[in-house]
């Protein structure tokens, strides 16, 4: 869990970073609607050409790019950013991973390297 002044301090730079982890965007049903309607396309139409099963063969995950990539990441930028799904709006709030964010990794590093009080011996 990442400490609340940490949360506090984080303010995303729009680097991407956070797009090219490996692992699954799992979606809900209004992320299937919302970006169905950004897209001008009718949910099924989304879903068979934008999604996979996740691993956890419950629900269904954005598709990915051959490198792993977020298929929706032009450059550095969320080509969907409006209609981004519940998961990317809420990192790293709701979530985050150990490392692989460049504010986060430097704030996490920052607050470990807070000098620690000296104790009597």
């Keep these: ?6 949360l506090e301090a984080f303010k995303c730079t729009g680097c991407g970073d956070c797009c090219r982890w ?3 965007v799992l979606l809900t049903e209004n992320d299937i609607a919302t970006i169905s309607a950004h897209l001008g396309v009718l949910d099924q139409e989304f ?6 099963l996740a691993p956890n063969r419950i629900r ?5 790019k051959a490198d792993g990539s977020c298929a929706f990441l032009e450059g550095d930028r969320c080509s969907i950013y ?15 991973v150990s490392e692989g964010c460049p504010v ?5 590093a920052a607050q470990n390297n807070v000098e620690q009080p000296l104790r009597n011996p």
């Design 1 to 6: 869990m990442i400490a609340p002044n940490v």
């Design 22 to 24: 490996s692992g699954s």
């Design 47 to 52: 879903i068979d050409h934008h999604t996979r």
């Design 60 to 64: 269904l995950a954005l598709l990915d």
């Design 82 to 96: 409006e209609a981004r799904p519940e998961q990317c709006r809420t990192f790293p709030f709701a979530w985050s």
């Design 104 to 108: 986060l990794d430097e704030l996490l």
